[in-house]
Nanobody, 123 residues
């Protein structure tokens, strides 16, 4: 079992940056693939970025590729999402999720979710 707590969200102007963190409890963090999802009001939750347990495999959605960077520190049981060149359309609640079956874009792969952190980008 793992519990996830996100932090780092906030209000930022377009073109700015934010760094989200997701701290995990439990001793098996390094065995989980981790991903970030986001959900805007009235929209479905969508995949943003994923990273394998070993960091050898990283994947981004086309909408954030080149602007966002996912990373993890297994010693600190934390996964990060560095978000640069933010746009108003990045405004959403951001959620981290853990999977024991590898990362993927399907929400059903993830058994553990954080409570989310809000990111608001003003124009």
């Amino acid at each position: 079992q793992v519990q996830l707590v996100e932090s780092g969200g906030g209000l930022v102007q377009a073109g700015g940056s934010l760094r989200l963190s997701c701290a995990a409890s439990g001793r098996t963090f390094s065995s989980y693939a981790m991903s970030w999802f986001r959900q805007a009001p009235g929209k479905e939750r969508e995949f943003v970025a994923g990273i394998s347990w070993s960091t050898n495999n990283i994947y981004y959605s086309n909408s954030v590729k080149g602007r966002f960077t996912i990373s993890r520190d297994n010693a600190k049981s934390t996964v990060y999402l560095q978000m640069n060149s933010l746009k108003p359309e990045d405004t959403a609640g951001y959620y981290c999720a853990a999977s024991t079956t590898g990362w993927g874009v399907d929400l059903r792969r993830y058994a553990h979710w954080g409570q989310g952190t809000q990111v608001t980008v003003s124009s």
